[in-house]
């Protein structure tokens, strides 16, 4: 599903008490370029505590050293091995975890080829990092989520999706059938943990001018692309929208589980009709 551009924002509490980001433990894949590290810049000027995770040392220790209070993570989401670590050093330096935006990506064959020209390694790859990769480092850290989760300040996992996931797009096999498979895992993922209050989003940026966007399509316009920092800032809301309010359930006695639907009932009627 593409997210509303028109989704206000909501970085202040309704109520004016805490702000739905302030004090949250959020970690992000792919932090250190394009909508990653928009991302991680406006998690920190939202209050949250950041820890970002990319394949780079120098990129790292670069973004580290740019965006104090966010704590980088050397890991590589394709590799089985590396998960274990990143699931440890991300939840060890935050303290837990509240909120998990799986956003690395993989385009696969670059050049983008048709599928029937497209190497197996390359497929292989674009699987590894966009699907096996959330799918792993997620399960790693259900249960930081959980108890995050059960503890009243709610849990989401963002997995960052394309247009590619719902239309057929000559060239883009891999990367749209990756995208498609982990679009449908994070609706199964949902289905699964709503009765345990860690609610999944699965939501489309749209076209933004980042460095991936210019390896697949090399001669794009990019006045007309999105900026990653307003992409950044509306998938920031529509993971406000999906945190329990933890004023106002605190402030009425409503149970967790109430609050936290009742928030995500009303951002995912326009959510779901946005899907292409």
Not at 217 to 239: C, G, V, Y
Request: proline share 6%; charged share 25%; with cysteine.
């Amino acid at each position: 599903m593409k997210i509303p551009s028109d989704e206000p924002d909501v970085r202040e509490s309704e109520t004016g008490g805490v702000g739905p980001f302030e004090g949250l433990r959020v970690a992000v894949t792919g932090g250190t370029s394009g909508l990653g590290l928009a991302l991680v810049r406006e998690f920190l000027s939202r209050g949250a505590r950041v820890a970002f995770v990319a394949r780079t040392p120098e990129s790292v220790r670069r973004v580290a050293e740019e965006n104090p209070g966010a704590h980088g993570i050397v890991g590589d989401v394709s590799s089985k091995d590396d998960i274990y670590p990143i699931a440890l050093q991300a939840a060890g330096e935050l303290g837990g975890l509240d909120v998990l935006v799986n956003n690395a990506s993989d385009l696969g064959p670059v050049p983008l080829a048709m599928l029937s020209d497209t190497e197996c390694e390359d497929l292989e790859r674009a699987f590894a990092t966009n699907v096996l990769g959330p799918f792993r480092l997620t399960k790693a850290l259900m249960g930081a989520l959980a108890a995050s989760a059960r503890e009243g300040r709610g849990a989401v996992v963002l997995n960052v999706v394309s247009d590619a996931a719902f239309n057929a797009y000559p060239t883009w096999g891999a990367y749209g059938a990756s995208k498609a498979a982990l679009h449908q895992m994070s609706r199964v993922w949902d289905e699964e943990h709503a009765a345990d209050g860690v609610r999944f989003l699965s939501l489309d940026p749209g076209d933004m001018d980042t460095p991936m966007h210019a390896a697949a399509i090399p001669d794009a316009d990019t006045s007309t692309l999105k900026r990653p920092e307003d992409a950044a800032r509306e998938l920031a809301d529509a993971i406000a929208a999906a945190l329990p309010r933890r004023d106002a359930h605190a402030a009425s006695g409503t149970p967790v589980e109430e609050s936290i639907q009742e928030s995500v009932q009303e951002s995912t009627k326009e959510l779901e009709g946005a899907i292409s």
